[in-house]
């Protein structure tokens, strides 16, 4: 098990993250193909995916048709979203957002780590700086 981070799960659309963190990001998609995977999401997860399309398709970086086959991948996945992200919001996600200098969304992915004891999928530098320095180790694909 583990916290997916978007800007993994967003990179298998973009494609526009550098060798290194693609390689990354297939080796968690590889992962995720297996079915004893499993990722644990914040409920904002679906909410950032969904905003980052929308930009993308507007900016007609990605069409809508690349969009779709894109969710219909996702949505082969074994990814939850952990209802209980939202209880912690306004309490342990902000205190984690000022301490650690996140936006709240990237903040609710550490607590989501912390709560769970579960590593974090991310491509994101600020977050993996915050994660390592509260003990949160990054997902690595066998």
Do not use: C
């Not at 969304?105 to 999928?121: C, H, K, Q, T, V």
């Amino acid at each position: 098990m583990l916290v997916l981070d978007a800007s993994v799960a967003l990179s298998w659309l973009l494609g526009d993250a550098k060798a290194s963190d693609r390689a990354y990001s297939d080796s968690v998609l590889d992962a995720l193909a297996d079915p004893g995977t499993r990722a644990e999401v914040p409920v904002t997860w679906g909410l950032e995916v969904s905003n980052v399309i929308a930009r993308a398709e507007a900016r007609e970086i990605i069409t809508e048709a690349q969009s779709e086959v894109f969710l219909d991948m996702l949505s082969s996945l074994s990814v939850h979203p952990d209802e209980a992200s939202f209880a912690h919001a306004l309490d342990d996600t902000l205190h984690l957002a000022r301490r650690y200098s996140l936006s709240a969304y990237d903040a609710s992915y550490l607590e989501l780590a912390l709560r769970s004891g579960l590593p974090i999928a991310t491509l994101d530098t600020d977050l993996t700086k915050a994660a390592r320095k509260a003990g949160v180790k990054r997902f690595a694909a066998t």
